[in-house]
């Protein structure tokens, strides 16, 4: 398999003592693996998986390149922490293998076909029964993280930044099969998935049309009668054009549980917070205040709880107007994000660059490891390399 060394602005340079955050100039690439459209790269150690077609010419894609990825995350999550972790649903206590079927039956109803194809896709290429397939796919459901944008007055020179804290739990080992997965779905927007091998929704994205946006979990447990969170944010990726069909996404959709997000827009340096559940959903724009959000900051969406929303209010104010890409990454940094924190992304949406760190092995917090920097917009002019194999991982 020939090696690549592929040079290609990605971003401009900015160094830390603590943790890097050089913005690279060039990177080494490696192509892994082709299948149909698809292709599998390594970006400077980092696994970049790009989908193109159909749902199902995706999902075999996805199976086929991440076939080994896909097949042990798969097994840990429904063979072991399945049975190891307890949900509280109402007055219930369940294990997510017990209670993951349920779900899937009372929310097939409110997922669009193109989903299930998709998911049938996957099992087929990594040789897979499409209901577990279909079960992993809907553990997101079940687990209930921080997000800001800060822009004009907020940034040195009015550049928007959108960032990204999730907490979901670094047991769950996900970040041995962390991938960026780059998609140009046949008739929707290509974008950017921060993901894990077997999933085809997302909680953490950036489409082509300058759009980001992040999720963050509430209450609500029991209430699953709609369109799963994570394929609500995947309809935003590959629909929405701008803000307002970002917000629309999540209006006309029957919702579920509670939710709270952050979208943004670098075409018209916007941004907004949702507090979203199935009865309401409410907008909370830049230096606008909520009963959970009390600390308002001019020109910035801030979304957390408890010590960690004081602590990014804080250190946001502390640096109003000085906040670029270095200094707002740093806004990411522990206690803000938690010791259970699996990955951490920064977006400037109007140049479509990212930087996206995730968890050790060992459980390391995503805030203390390397970021890696990507642009959308660079990914999607790239070709696998001619002489690679048709498959691989």
Same mark, same amino acid.
């Given at each position: ?41 390594? $970006? ?27 097949? @042990? ?27 993951? #079927? ?27 029964? $499409? ?9 997101? @459901?079940?687990?209930? /993280?921080?997000?800001?944008? $800060?822009?004009n007055s907020a940034t040195v020179d009015g550049t928007l930044y ?10 769950? *080992? ?66 929405? +054009? ?14 579920? /549980? ?16 949702? @507090?979203?559940? #199935? ?42 107007? *000085?906040?670029?890409? @270095? ?9 803000? !994000? ?17 930087? $996206? ?23 999607? *002019?790239? +070709?696998?390399?001619?002489? !690679? ?5």
């Amino acid at each position: 398999m020939r090696r690549v060394l592929i040079v290609h602005r990605l971003l401009v340079a900015a160094v830390t003592a603590v943790v890097s955050f050089t913005m690279v100039v060039s990177s080494y690439a490696e192509t892994l693996g082709r299948e149909g459209a698809g292709w599998l790269e390594k $970006v400077d150690g980092y696994l970049v998986l790009h989908l193109k077609g159909t749902p199902y010419e995706m999902g075999v894609q996805h199976g086929k390149l991440l076939r080994n990825h896909v097949r @042990e995350n798969m097994k840990f999550l429904l063979e072991t922490k399945a049975d190891e972790s307890v949900i509280e649903a109402g007055p219930l206590k369940v294990t997510p293998k017990s209670i993951l #079927p349920t779900i899937v039956k009372i929310q097939k109803p409110f997922v669009p076909e193109k989903y299930w194809e998709e998911m049938r896709g996957l099992a087929d290429g990594a040789g897979l029964k $499409v209901e577990d397939v279909q079960i992993a796919n809907f553990i997101p @459901e079940l687990f209930h /993280c921080s997000g800001f944008a $800060v822009m004009n007055s907020a940034t040195v020179d009015g550049t928007l930044y959108h960032g990204r804290v999730l907490d979901y739990g670094v047991d769950m *080992k996900l970040q041995d099969h962390a991938v960026l997965i780059v998609e140009e779905p046949t008739g929707g927007i290509p974008f950017a998935n921060v993901s894990y091998a077997g999933f085809i929704g997302s909680v953490t994205g950036m489409n082509a049309d300058h759009v980001s946006i992040g999720e963050m979990g509430g209450k609500g447990l029991g209430a699953w009668q709609g369109t799963p969170m994570s394929l609500l944010v995947r309809e935003v990726l590959e629909t929405a +054009h701008d803000l307002d069909a970002a917000v629309e996404v999540f209006r006309s959709h029957k919702r579920t /549980c509670e939710y709270y997000y952050v979208i943004a827009d670098g075409k018209t340096n916007r941004a907004v917070g949702i @507090e979203a559940t #199935p009865e309401k959903l409410l907008t909370i724009g830049p230096g606008e205040s909520h009963p959970r959000l009390p600390k308002p900051v001019h020109d910035a969406v801030l979304l957390s709880a408890g010590t960690r929303y004081d602590e990014l209010v804080k250190r946001v104010e502390a640096q109003k107007g *000085k906040l670029d890409a @270095e200094s707002a990454r740093h806004l990411m940094d522990r206690p803000v !994000a938690m010791k259970s924190n699996l990955h951490d992304a920064l977006f400037e949406p109007r140049s479509t660059r990212m930087w $996206v760190a995730n968890a050790s092995s060992a459980g390391e917090p995503a805030a203390n490891q390397e970021y890696h920097a990507f642009q959308l917009s660079e990914l999607l *002019k790239r +070709h696998p390399d001619a002489v !690679a194999a048709v498959e691989g991982n």
